[in-house]
């Protein structure tokens, strides 16, 4: 289970994340919506050990990121907004690199399968030629080398089609169900997180978030 308590977060004098907390269990999808500049990636930098906390209490599995930072980095996955992948590489080479710098060892046929597990079969292929689908799906194949027990994702079906989306939630999906992930996902696009959560926290204070989570049925839950 991954705790949250009482997070805080300021850059210079400007409160980002005022005392959040919250809990996602294993085989949980959370969404997480808010405004720009909410706070959304602060906190999921946080999360995946690569921005220091202001002051709060984070656990995963019981232990706690301020006395085990090295550790608790082995079981999470993080995806950020940005894509980041060596271009002229191929599919293989950059899930190879990867590979390298994880903690396990996964063959060339177990990095293989992740790959089209999520529907991605240019395996030969430089990553320069794929779409914007294809990259996203690479990504978030990456961040699974290692077999996270928690999964951040940024915003990853941003700017692509939707049977890649589907795609990609489908997979999300069943990581979460079949193989016990802990799953906290941002996206701009409600009907997307009303599909595949389990749990919508909503960040900041912008009333129009409040509203439209109320139209899809949903009491808002406020960080
Ligand atoms: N390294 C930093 N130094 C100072 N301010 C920062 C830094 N990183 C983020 N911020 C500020 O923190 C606030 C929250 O930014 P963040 O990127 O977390 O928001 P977000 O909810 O993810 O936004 P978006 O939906 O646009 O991705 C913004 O005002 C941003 O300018």
């Given at each position: 289970m991954?705790?949250?308590?009482?997070?805080?977060?300021?850059?210079?004098?400007?409160?980002?994340?005022?005392?959040?907390?919250?809990?996602?269990?294993?085989?949980?999808?959370?969404?997480?919506?808010?405004?720009?500049?909410?706070?959304?990636?602060?906190?999921?930098h946080i999360l995946a050990g690569l921005t220091k906390l202001g002051s709060g209490a984070i656990t995963l599995n019981s232990q706690s990121y301020e006395s085990k930072p090295k550790k608790i980095r082995r079981h999470i996955g993080f995806v950020p907004q940005e894509i980041a992948l060596w271009e002229n590489f191929t599919v293989k080479e950059n899930m190879v690199f990867?590979?390298?710098?994880?903690?396990?060892?996964?063959?060339?046929?177990?990095?293989?399968?992740?790959?089209?597990?999520?529907?991605l079969d240019k395996w030969d292929e430089p990553v320069k030629i794929l779409s914007g689908g294809m990259k996203r799906k690479l990504n978030i194949a990456i961040s699974l080398i290692h077999a996270p027990d928690l999964l951040l994702l940024d915003e990853p079906t941003?700017?692509?089609?939707?049977?890649?989306?589907?795609?990609?939630?489908?997979?999300?999906?069943?990581?979460?169900?079949?193989?016990?992930?802990?799953?906290?996902?941002?996206?701009?696009?409600?009907?997307?997180?009303?599909?595949?959560?389990d749990q919508i926290y909503c960040l900041g204070n912008d009333p129009f978030y409040h509203q439209v989570l109320k139209e899809y049925g949903q009491q808002p839950v406020l960080l």
């Open positions: 991954l705790d949250v308590q009482s997070l805080s977060k300021s850059y210079d004098t400007k409160r980002i994340l005022d005392t959040i907390s919250f809990t996602i269990n294993p085989g949980e999808i959370v969404g997480l919506v808010g405004e720009n500049g909410a706070g959304k990636s602060t906190l999921l990867f590979e390298r710098l994880a903690w396990n060892n996964t063959s060339k046929k177990a990095l293989k399968q992740l790959c089209s597990d999520m529907g941003a700017g692509i089609d939707l049977k890649s989306r589907k795609e990609i939630g489908a997979y999300l999906s069943n990581l979460a169900k079949i193989n016990g992930k802990m799953i906290l996902y941002t996206s701009h696009d409600m009907d997307e997180i009303m599909q595949l959560c």
